[in-house]
Every structure is written in structure tokens, then in C-alpha cells.
């Protein structure tokens, strides 16, 4: 079964469970996902991959979102952000934690053979490969610094 299918059938449940939340969700989704399809040279089936970009960029603006309205001391709009977000995340892959992306990386950087910052451009491809849609570039980034200062 697809990922629009899936998002479809837990729409109507949504619908009938009157869950407001998810259903702003799973609609943001969907709306990305049919987005992502129409656009100039795509195919009409998106990958594994592509859905897991779409819904990677969709959690990032509503991360961004949050922490803007959190600054701006809104918290109803917060509040909103926040469950959609976890709507989205759960149809994600599982995240990796720290303390895994960190270990994971260790073993990039010697297989690659960084020894300072001045390496970490090819540390970061590869990473960036590798662990796409199972960690954020951002987290990636962070540690990817602190191993090689």
C-alpha cells in the first residue's frame, strides 16, 4: 500500500474519531505528497525516498514554525505546530538518537579518513547519503563538528 493510501484510509478515521489534530496533519501531508507529484519532471509514483524528503521537509517548517511562534510568546499557535508535527514524524522512519549517530559517525570519519574540520565537507556527503531519513542534518552537522575539533 502506498503512503497516499495509508494517509487516505487514516484521513476518513480521522474524520470519524473527530481527531481535529490529525486530520490538519495528515491533510498537510497529503497536500505535499500530491504537490511533490505534479511538479515539473516528476513521475507520477514518488519513491521511498522522495516521500521521506517531503515528509522530513514538512517537519522542519513545522519545527521552525514552532520555535518562531514559541519566541513570539503564542502559544495557542505553538500548541498547533507541535501536533502536527507529531503527526507527521510518526510516518517517518525511526530517528536515530544521539548517542547512534555519534557512534555511526566515528566510524564515517575513519573510513574516510577526516582528521580535522577542514575535511568535514566529505564527512558531511556521505553522511548526509547514508543516514538520509534516519537522522537531521542538523544533528548531523553538530556532531560531525565535535568529533573532528
Not at 505534479?38 to 514518488?46: C, P, R, V, W, Y
Not at 502559544?75 to 510516518?91: F, G, K, M, T, W
Not at 574540520?117 to 556521505?126: F, L, R
Amino acid at each position: 500500500m502506498s503512503l497516499i493510501q495509508k494517509i487516505d484510509q487514516d484521513i476518513k478515521q480521522a474524520m470519524l474519531g473527530k481527531q481535529e489534530a490529525k486530520l490538519r496533519g495528515l491533510r498537510a501531508i497529503k497536500s505535499a505528497l500530491l504537490l511533490a507529484r505534479t511538479e515539473k519532471g516528476a513521475s507520477e509514483e514518488l519513491s521511498e525516498d522522495a516521500e521521506v524528503k517531503v515528509l522530513q521537509k514538512l517537519v522542519k517548517q513545522r519545527k521552525e514554525s514552532a520555535d518562531i511562534y514559541q519566541a513570539q510568546n503564542r502559544p495557542d499557535l505553538y500548541q498547533i505546530e507541535i501536533e502536527e508535527q507529531e503527526v507527521i514524524e510518526a510516518y517517518l522512519p525511526k530517528q536515530m538518537d544521539r548517542a547512534e549517530i555519534e557512534t555511526y559517525l566515528k566510524d564515517l570519519i575513519s573510513r574516510v579518513g577526516a582528521t580535522s574540520v577542514k575535511d568535514m565537507g566529505k564527512v558531511m556527503g556521505a553522511a548526509n547519503k547514508e543516514l538520509a531519513g534516519k537522522a537531521d542534518g542538523k544533528t548531523i552537522s553538530e556532531v560531525v563538528k565535535q568529533l573532528l575539533a
